[in-house]
């Protein structure tokens, strides 16, 4: 399965764009990138998922390079209950690999 | 939508004594997913069944652990005897069915603490 790499902490003032990258090179034609977000003391929470074009829902975009080995989540405008551990995951032989996440902190 | 359910929420137990803990997936959903997730880690997939049968288990400790899916519905997952080290999160997850486009969504977790 293919792995991810994410930066393990990351600051984002509330009301501004908060941009997660996440490198997956190894990724495989057919394997969807997944993202999730874990607030303390509540399971995963799914934000958004993709396989090759950019996709965007209520919560989020997903931002997905042309050659699929790097993805970038945006919250457009992250308030204080955004800050929570994200993480970037490639779905791939039926399940998924969760690495250590990014956590960020949005701050007043 | 229902979500997942799991109970207990909370668990503490001595070392060498079981604990069970309990899953109901969201409805329709075929695959089922147990994860163990300890403080500051990502979750690790422990089991994961595919209506009631075990589609990959290489990451359970067989010799302590055990889950069961009877009737492709509910699961239990029970620790025998319990360990220090298996403090932590158990997180039950369900998908629609196993393929990779297939969103797989997490109840809240039942949390045990091992003494």
Redesign the interface.
């Known amino acids: 399965d293919a792995k991810t790499t994410q930066p393990p902490s990351m600051d984002c003032a509330e009301g501004r764009a908060a941009n997660l990258p996440c490198n997956h090179s190894t990724i495989s034609g057919?394997?969807?990138v997944?993202w999730?977000r874990q607030i303390h003391?509540?399971?995963?929470?799914?934000i958004i998922?993709g396989?090759k074009n950019n996709e965007t829902n209520e919560m989020a975009s997903l931002i997905i390079t042309e050659d699929r080995k790097s993805s970038t989540l945006i919250l457009p405008h992250a308030t204080l209950r955004d800050t929570a551990v994200y993480?970037c995951i490639v779905?791939?032989t039926?399940?998924?690999?969760?690495?250590?996440?990014t956590r960020l902190k949005v701050l007043a | 939508e229902a979500g997942?359910a799991q109970s207990p929420r909370y668990k503490i137990i001595e070392k060498r004594q079981s604990v069970a803990f309990w899953c109901n997936p969201i409805s329709g959903h075929a695959?089922l997913?147990w994860?163990q997730q300890i403080l500051?880690?990502?979750?690790?997939?422990l089991i994961?069944f595919q209506n009631n049968g075990v589609?990959?288990d290489s990451q359970l400790p067989k010799d302590r652990f055990s889950a069961e899916r009877l009737k492709g519905v509910d699961s239990t997952l029970k620790i025998q005897p319990a360990k220090l080290e298996d403090s932590a999160v158990y997180?039950c997850?369900s998908s629609l069915e196993?393929?990779?486009?297939n969103?797989?969504?997490?109840?809240?977790?039942s949390?045990l603490t091992v003494v």
Do not use: C, M
């Open positions: 057919n394997e969807y997944y999730y003391s509540q399971g995963p929470q799914y998922h396989l993480y779905r791939g039926y399940k998924y690999i969760f690495g250590t996440g | 997942v695959t997913y994860y500051g880690q990502g979750p690790k997939l994961q589609v990959d997180l997850a196993r393929y990779s486009g969103t797989i969504y997490f109840g809240e977790g949390w």
